[in-house]
């Protein structure tokens, strides 16, 4: 084991600590798009529309603060992290620079980046949120020594939420229409994720939490579009066909790769059942972005140039995108506790328990 460098001296009394304190809950290490992005965009040059670091997005955030998250408050992952045991989720990359914070985990995510690297222009592509765990984790063998990094990393769970941007992209340059076209786009897709994920456990992750798709055909940035206001049923039909190939290749790869061990969670199931049933889920508006303007208020981005609605937890979509808190919370909840009817083939509960 390599001796504690200079620099890490001080530190290693209250790294222990905090190693003490976290042993009930497991570091967090998150890659994806802006439903799981906490800032890791806000000073990079990319179109306003992969930004959220301005009002009116975090007015229900603790102090207001627009944090470049794509909500009004919190996001999945924050409550995911809160489940665990953390105030919040891991911090954004892109500001981490102290060890303590990365032994709690760390956040790549990046808003409109995709599974395929060409998705996203200018964001974060998946390939260098993995390069950028890599240096992370380089850190932590720098500070702690290779064994016990690669047991901290082992012991830690990864959350994935990505693909949704490859599909808006592929529906917005094809329509989605030619069943065979989409049958060979989601099959590529879906190879390129499963690499992702070899890459992630050749670097020695083992406990992956991967969000699947919900109803893209639903957001009102579509619904406002489409001159009927309806969901746009290929896009749906593409999502719900990822899901069923993404997870069939996911449960395969796991039964191949030692200790691999994950929940695939079936956002499509819950988006379905939330908007089918909505009060029971106390949601009534599940159509119309609160933050927004136009028809659906799905026609322009959420920004201060815009209006919002002041019930805010009875909606289903903040913006043109995005859901509010309350769905992130409710959606975040099933994948979290339960095991039967929203996870594959365990909850996230599960998985933890079993690290
Ligand atoms: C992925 O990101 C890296 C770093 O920004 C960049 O060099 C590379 O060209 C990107 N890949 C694609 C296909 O855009
Ligand atoms: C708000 O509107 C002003 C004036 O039209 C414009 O200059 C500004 O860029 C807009 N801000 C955003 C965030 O769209």
């Not at 500070?143 to 830690?156: C, F, K, M, P, V």
């Not at 619904?223 to 969901?231: E, K, L």
């Not at 995108?321 to 594959?344: E, G, R």
């Amino acid at each position: 084991m390599a001796s504690p460098s200079s620099f890490f001296g001080i530190g290693i009394v209250s790294i222990l600590l905090v190693l003490t304190k976290a042993k009930a809950t497991v570091p967090i290490f998150v890659l994806g798009d802006s439903l799981a992005d906490n800032g890791n965009n806000n000073n990079l040059n990319v179109p306003l529309l992969d930004k959220s670091n301005f009002a009116h997005n975090g007015i229900d955030f603790p102090g207001r603060i627009a944090t470049g998250r794509f909500s009004n408050g919190f996001n999945g992952v924050d409550y995911i992290a809160r489940f665990l045991g953390f105030p919040i989720g891991p911090p954004p990359y892109s500001t981490t620079t102290e060890l303590n914070q990365m032994l709690r985990g760390v956040n790549f995510a990046s808003a409109g980046s995709g599974i395929q690297d060409y998705t996203g222009p200018g964001t974060i592509n998946m390939t260098t949120q993995i390069k950028n765990f890599q240096k992370v984790a380089q850190l932590l063998q720098q500070a702690l020594g290779q064994n016990r990094a690669e047991h901290i990393i082992a012991t830690s769970m990864f959350i994935i939420v990505t693909a949704n941007n490859d599909m808006f992209e592929y529906y917005f340059a094809t329509g989605a229409a030619n069943a065979a076209s989409n049958q060979q786009f989601i099959n590529n897709l879906v190879d390129r994720f499963i690499q992702h994920l070899m890459s992630l456990y050749n670097h020695g992750a083992r406990n992956f939490y991967i969000a699947g798709t919900g109803h893209l055909g639903c957001v009102p940035f579509l619904t406002s579009r489409n001159p009927g206001g309806t969901c746009i049923d290929t896009l749906n039909q593409l999502s719900m066909k990822y899901n069923t190939i993404a997870l069939a290749r996911v449960s395969q790869l796991s039964s191949r790769l030692q200790g691999m061990r994950y929940s695939y969670s079936n956002i499509y199931r819950m988006t379905s059942d939330i908007i089918e049933n909505p009060i029971l889920f106390g949601i009534t508006d599940v159509q119309n972005a609160c933050c927004g303007n136009g028809k659906f208020n799905g026609e322009v981005q959420c920004t201060t140039n815009v209006t919002y609605c002041h019930n805010r937890n009875d909606h289903f979509y903040w913006d043109w995108f995005h859901p509010t808190q309350a769905v992130y919370k409710i959606t975040s909840q099933m994948a979290f506790f339960d095991s039967l009817i929203y996870s594959t083939p365990i909850s996230i509960q599960q998985l933890v328990m079993g690290i």
